[in-house]
């Protein structure tokens, strides 16, 4: 039985994943949420988290906060992508668990997995291969929160828990014309190029590689959904040392299809060329979510609609 009057701890609740776990939060009658922003709270100094967990008696934890972004952020700043998420997952865990906090969520990515790995990936296709080399600092950042949550799942027998959502977008993203993912990075482009009357827009990469989407709203609820699941049934579906679940959507478009989709959404009607120069990524990401399903949840929210919330939240922002 849950007891909404627990105090959860959002770490990362202004980011795209934090803010919309806060959404669900709130809507599914959780009062007691507990926020810091960065400036309030530097989860990459251990002293200010230990702190931080000894005074506020938190009974939850959601471990949405990292340092995140796309290909070219990834391969400009691969040591800060692996020190900066490593150090969050280490404190954030290590110090939840000395101040008694018995449950916890960590969201990973679901770049954890091979880049080569058979489609749909299963939970348990996880280190079976090499990574995609152009976000691998971030995946093995990610794999060692995974690990951390199990080794004190079996040492402690803490309850901390593993999510693996495929890509997110919504309400919240970030539309920086270098940093961003792809769907907000196509977005403000065919926006800008909407404005400016431009007749073409070159998007990096061959437009051929599959990718799986997932609306920020929909993952927030399965994570609250994984929560709320009582021990014995997470434990039925995982295991100690497998202990994580994906979530996705189950389907995939290719890329060339998705641009051509949100700029139908934002009112772009030039010309979409693609730069095959420029690396594509991992050839397909599709997520096995059967064991997701049989938890008793499944996506709600269809592609186009979600790209139609997603553009009236970005034009919000302008």
Request: include cysteine; charge should be neutral.
């Amino acid at each position: 039985m849950n007891n909404v009057q627990e105090r959860i701890f959002v770490a990362g609740h202004q980011g795209l994943v934090g803010s919309a776990i806060t959404r669900a939060l709130r809507a599914r009658g959780y009062p007691n949420i507990v926020m810091r922003s960065h400036a309030e709270l530097d989860l990459t100094d251990q002293a200010q988290v230990r702190a931080f967990f000894e005074n506020e008696q938190v009974d939850q934890v959601y471990l949405a906060a990292a340092k995140v972004g796309g290909i070219h952020a990834n391969n400009t700043y691969p040591a800060e992508f692996i020190y900066n998420n490593m150090m969050v997952q280490a404190n954030v865990v290590h110090e939840a668990w000395r101040a008694g906090v018995k449950k916890l969520l960590f969201l990973g990515s679901s770049c954890i997995y091979p880049r080569m790995a058979e489609q749909p990936i299963r939970e348990d296709y996880l280190m079976g291969g090499a990574l995609e080399p152009t976000n691998e600092p971030y995946a093995m950042a990610k794999i060692a929160g995974i690990k951390l949550c199990e080794s004190y799942n079996r040492q402690y027998k803490t309850d901390y828990r593993s999510v693996m959502p495929t890509n997110l977008y919504g309400p919240g993203d970030n539309y920086h014309p270098h940093n961003s993912h792809v769907i907000p990075a196509l977005m403000r482009r065919f926006h800008e190029a909407k404005l400016a009357r431009h007749d073409r827009v070159v998007i990096w990469g061959s437009g051929k590689p599959m990718r799986e989407f997932l609306y920020v709203d929909d993952m927030a609820a399965a994570s609250v959904h994984i929560m709320e699941l009582d021990h014995a049934t997470y434990c039925r579906h995982t295991a100690p040392m497998q202990s994580h679940i994906n979530v996705g959507t189950g389907e995939d478009i290719p890329i060339h299809m998705l641009a051509r989709l949100v700029g139908d959404t934002v009112g772009y009607r030039g010309r979409i060329e693609f730069d095959p120069t420029k690396p594509d990524g991992t050839p397909r990401k599709l997520l096995d979510v059967s064991k997701l399903k049989a938890l008793g949840w499944a996506a709600a929210t269809p592609l186009d609609k979600g790209l139609e919330l997603t553009y009236q939240a970005f034009l919000n922002t302008q």
